[in-house]
């Protein structure tokens, strides 16, 4: 047996299919490839944000005080990026957030 024969392939992340707003902008309901249905309120998304703004690059430390985001908080667009993640403009204007599907799926 070769040893390409003998390892695993890396198990696929799953992937959302469909992503919705709500109405009222202050949630997004993603239905992903498996089955799985997550509702993420805009205020989850908005305090996770994985930006370099939010997060310091070195150490992972989170900068970002999540109790400064508005519990009103709204998603006012939506855009995907590339295969694997989306963008997020929210209402405070913050737009530099790419949340991979792995950290979508960890949220809902």
């Not at 993640?85 to 809902?108: C, E, K, M, P, Y």
Request: glycine content about 6%; charged content about 20%.
């Amino acid at each position: 047996m070769s040893f390409w024969e003998s390892i695993k392939p890396a198990r696929r992340a799953p992937v959302a299919v469909t992503v919705a707003v709500a109405a009222d902008q202050r949630s997004l309901t993603l239905t992903w490839d498996d089955g799985h249905i997550a509702t993420l309120s805009a205020q989850h998304l908005r305090q996770q944000c994985p930006c370099a703004e939010c997060v310091e690059e070195f150490t992972g430390k989170r900068v970002l005080d999540p109790s400064r985001v508005a519990d009103d908080m709204k998603i006012l667009e939506v855009a995907p990026v590339g295969n694997y993640a989306l963008t997020f403009v929210f209402g405070d204007a913050h737009r530099t957030g790419i949340f991979n599907w792995s950290t979508l799926r960890q949220l809902g």
